[in-house]
């Protein structure tokens, strides 16, 4: 009975710290060690508990819901290889900043090393990709313990979403046996005292001296171009957009820095079809920046990385909110640590007098020309050319309702986005995993999104379908309402863009293709979805017009072909060139 | 060209040191940063290239085909989250002494901590899981590097295989363009030199003065008993079984020691039914051992452990051919790290002349009589009692043919594979994953078993096969045969088992039952297998019988039912107490 009160009061101090620290959700795997904190989860009148039996896809599916919520999701799991399942997704939070709280159970310290079953070294599982990691004690029945318990809480959650947001690991030990007691007196009041004010929110700001330089810097700068990649920083793109009217700029918009969508009017300095663009040497040529202002983690376009790291730049300030140095061309002359939307608005203020020593509205209107060129020849091209993967988005979005999340898988669907969706008044949450940009639990990641509550809609391929497919066994179970997109070609269709396509050709399809040959209606059919086929525009037309009037998980398969894709893509690049080239007459 | 020429030669010389050092098998997943060494890998003469899309299933595909090949297995994906998802398949290895060669592709070293795509940091990324990591360098087309290489490749086995064996870990960078020239003269032969030997075997010795002590320590010993765990270790059997009768002491056999099979008269030492038997505090106290020599693993069997737990022994020898510390008791008296074979030749010279003073023949006549009591009571039970999951295993036991291989999954199939698999003619090798009893990845082991041509059973619950169930398209794709019995009970049917059954009956369902309610049809409809359906001792002849007729992947889904399944197994424990109780006397 001592036992269990120690135990009983430990964790559920701990427990109930979460959710005053503003949890709401823990995806739990089942499993016997990690019985007291299930417990005491499911206990829990402000915790929602979703169970996931597959660690893996659960990881991916928390990541989900906190991009969703914009809260630190909790997860929890046994002891042994059930915590190394949660790597990939950790991995992936760390380097997407996605605010995870991870809660292992582990056997006590005597059987640890010892040849026990189901125990590993689980101290410091997840090396540096964590940004926190805290060995827990046996639970005590103890004051300071339990204070103990409710700051280690408290610390987890306000170390996930601190700026950079990330994942956090707490490993508990536990001896048996495992039950609580829920039944204990004043369940949820073991250690609480005063309420500890944990700062969440802080606002690195820079020193006027800084802004000073940097604006005499900028003086120099007559092409100023500002780019904003991949973010979820809220109020940062109306700050952006002020900058950029104040600088001349234009903004070379990524489809994850929400940039595109919501527009009604201020879309003039938003370039969205610059990947086509500078896949061009010549093009690159024309529209040469001398200084760069970049903001958001590194954006999806190669092209544009490429076009930037040809570039001879006078100032290229990079801004971000954490200290770390996202510049993979090493060409930045300022690296900001700063709240963006902060920088933006100051930086604005020491700027706003310069305008007259810029290039006036010429610079910008060249881009917003090529720009709207390069548009025009997109839509002809797609009413022209047959069904393709472009056609998926481009019809999709056709579909799209106001506040929808789209889903796009890493590989080609991310890619496709970039090049067909594009700006509009529609106000989409366009979101993919760009931390380590895996084609591991997306699936999942996709249902966390669906959480949500708004229509969602992912785009993914059939291998990266097929690897998180297990990801689908919890819309199946909470009846998640989402739209599942998967573009079929059979295999591994962003290699057949890659040099290896032509010069390892005996090998290529081995390799790089892999065909699964799977059916797709069969896994609809696995996870009572509706299903639904396209292999041209119309059908996918249809398809997406029937699901819409369904709830619950609709699999439309758009089925495509490899070497066609490729060709059609290339076709859109010459034809987007060539009219470029020959429309647009600037040279900087 | 240059570029080419050096990124081929050091890959090539790398590669072909695999093939020379005994490497036969490489499963690969596709991904563009891994291209040189995975179309060297596919170019290689003697190296067989396995595609498996999903790097989670491909690390205990590796671990499968390296259990039946007992050879190192490498492992090749590309960087970013793909290599996370090894981490389970690379503890497993660790803990459970298998030897994998993992080989990861990174980024060069310009683009790593400066967030360009698909880079993390892989730098130790299974930190202290590996018994190796090397950090690779940028190829060079340079003499001493291609040795460098190649000593490198022979290092990476060698450790990989050397006792304990385990996983080993290579991290790649390169630069782009990736593709080698696999038509560049002499391909093979870049850093040949005279052959290193490499000594692969090495049998650890004790002096003859720790013989002598043991052998002195050993005289105050009369009620000897020998527990042999899970291993592979060729000839130890035989060596054991030599001892029990130096010593006329009792075996206790793990299911994965492989004592219990292919035994011709010499059954008369090992005993099968302990775990039943050991399971009754009572009886425990009826066959008190005073001292125990522990081989192997330690036993699945967790009434065995608890058994000793309890006892006072005057000496505990435990034998391990690994510097490691498998007792979780913290009971040994003697922790030898030496060859078990080489230990039970050498110990039997020294205590055959002991047998005069032990309790002659009582002692394990004794023991045997409980034994074949317990097994007595256990066959007329199963005879009785309507079917339960116990029949899966004792059924399939009359279907199977000599030299098969019997994969257990962890959770409940292990155990009834412990409590209902016995001592046999049949030269079964029984397999499980006990380095760290996960159930993830358990059909893909399975797979890599059955690449080993012999007939392969898989046992496992509904939730371990849901888990892997990815692990099936390795086995679609190669057309491999395998014989998967899915025992159906739609959730966690061990936990049922637990205190927390009773104890927290409210959350019990949702936390541990998690029933997932899918259809085993249309999971083998999914991978083209033939499906049988069971749900009694008949139904489930017929379907063994049905399936053996045909190839590739069979599926046999066995329906029980979780209450039902606990309550049978309590009986038979129940009535096997009841009769050893009554008709066995003795009491040491």
Redesign the interface.
């Known amino acids: 009975m001592e036992h269990q009160e120690a135990l009983t009061s430990f964790t559920a101090a701990f427990i109930d710290e979460l959710a005053e620290q503003g949890v709401r959700d823990v995806v739990?795997s089942?499993g016997?060690r990690s019985?007291p904190l299930?417990?005491l989860i499911?206990?829990h009148p402000r915790l929602k508990?979703w169970?996931n039996?597959?660690?893996?896809s659960a990881g991916f599916f928390a990541l989900g819901i906190a991009k969703q919520s914009q809260r630190p999701v909790a997860l929890l799991c046994s002891s042994?290889?059930?915590t190394?399942?949660y790597?990939?997704a950790?991995?992936?939070a760390?380097?997407g900043r996605v605010p995870l709280v991870v809660l292992t159970a582990d056997r006590p310290h005597?059987?640890r090393?010892?040849?026990?079953?189901?125990?590993?070294?689980q101290i410091?599982?997840y090396?540096?990709?964590v940004k926190w990691f805290q060995e827990m004690p046996i639970p005590e029945y103890d004051e300071t313990l339990w204070r103990y318990a409710r700051n280690t809480a408290k610390r987890a959650v306000d170390t996930a979403a601190f700026l950079p947001q990330g994942p956090v690991h707490l490993n508990f030990p536990f001896r048996e046996?495992?039950?609580p007691n829920i039944k204990q007196d004043h369940l949820w009041h073991y250690g609480k005292i005063a309420a500890l004010d944990v700062q969440k929110e802080a606002v690195v700001s820079l020193t006027d001296g800084v802004y000073e330089q940097l604006a005499n810097d900028w003086e120099k700068v007559s092409r100023p171009l500002i780019v904003v990649g991949p973010h979820r920083i809220p109020g940062l793109n109306k700050a952006v957009l002020a900058l950029a009217k104040g600088l001349g700029a234009p903004i070379l918009a990524d489809p994850l820095s929400g940039l595109r969508y919501g527009l009604n009017g201020e879309e003039n300095h938003v370039i969205d079809s610059y990947d086509a663009l500078l896949k061009d040497v010549d093009i690159r040529k024309k529209l040469q920046a001398d200084g760069i202002i970049r903001i958001g983690?590194?954006p999806v376009s190669k092209p544009l990385t490429q076009y930037i790291n040809g570039l001879n730049l006078s100032v290229y300030t990079i801004v971000d909110e954490a200290p770390?140095?996202?510049?993979?061309n090493?060409q930045a002359t300022a690296m900001l640590h700063v709240s963006p939307v902060d920088f933006s608005e100051k930086f604005l203020r020491n700027v706003e007098n310069q305008e007259d020593k810029k290039m006036g509205t010429e610079w910008l209107a060249n881009w917003q020309k090529a720009n709207d060129v390069a548009k025009d020849t997109l839509a002809h091209f797609m009413e022209e050319t047959p069904w393709f993967e472009g056609h998926v988005v481009t019809t999709l979005n056709k579909f799209l309702q106001d506040d929808a999340y789209v889903f796009a898988s890493n590989s080609m669907p991310i890619r496709d986005v970039d090049t067909f969706l594009l700006n509009q008044p529609l106000t989409l949450d366009v979101v993919a995993n760009?931390g380590?940009?895996?084609i591991?639990?997306v699936v999942s990641t996709a249902m966390g999104l669906s959480t949500g509550n708004k229509p969602t809609y992912l785009i993914i391929g059939d291998?990266a379908f097929?690897?998180d497919?297990?990801g689908l066994?919890v819309a199946k179970?909470y009846q998640l309402n989402v739209t599942i997109i998967v573009v079929n070609n059979n295999g591994?269709g962003i290699?057949s863009f890659?040099?290896?396509a032509q010069?390892?050709e005996e090998?290529f399809e081995?390799?790089?293709g892999?065909p699964?040959d799977?059916?797709i209606e069969?896994?609809a059919?696995?996870?009572n979805a509706h299903y639904y086929k396209a292999h041209d525009v119309r059908s996918f037309e249809q398809a997406l017009q029937q699901s819409q009037a369904q709830k619950g998980i609709k699999i439309i398969e758009a089925k495509t072909n490899r070497p066609e894709n490729v060709q059609a893509h290339r076709k859109l690049w010459e034809a987007i060139r060539l009219r470029v080239q020959r429309e647009i007459n600037c040279d900087y």
Chains 1, 2 share one sequence.
């Open positions: 739990i089942p016997s019985t299930a417990i499911h206990a508990g169970m039996v597959d660690e893996r042994g290889t059930a190394a399942n790597y990939p950790v991995i992936e760390k380097y005597e059987l090393g010892y040849g026990a079953p189901q125990t590993i070294d410091k599982l090396g540096d990709h046996p495992l039950v983690a590194n770390e140095w996202r510049d993979p090493h760009r380590a940009n895996g591991d639990g291998l097929f690897h497919m297990n066994m179970h591994g290699f890659l040099p290896q010069e390892a090998a081995v390799l790089f892999t699964l799977y059916d069969t896994v059919q696995l996870y």
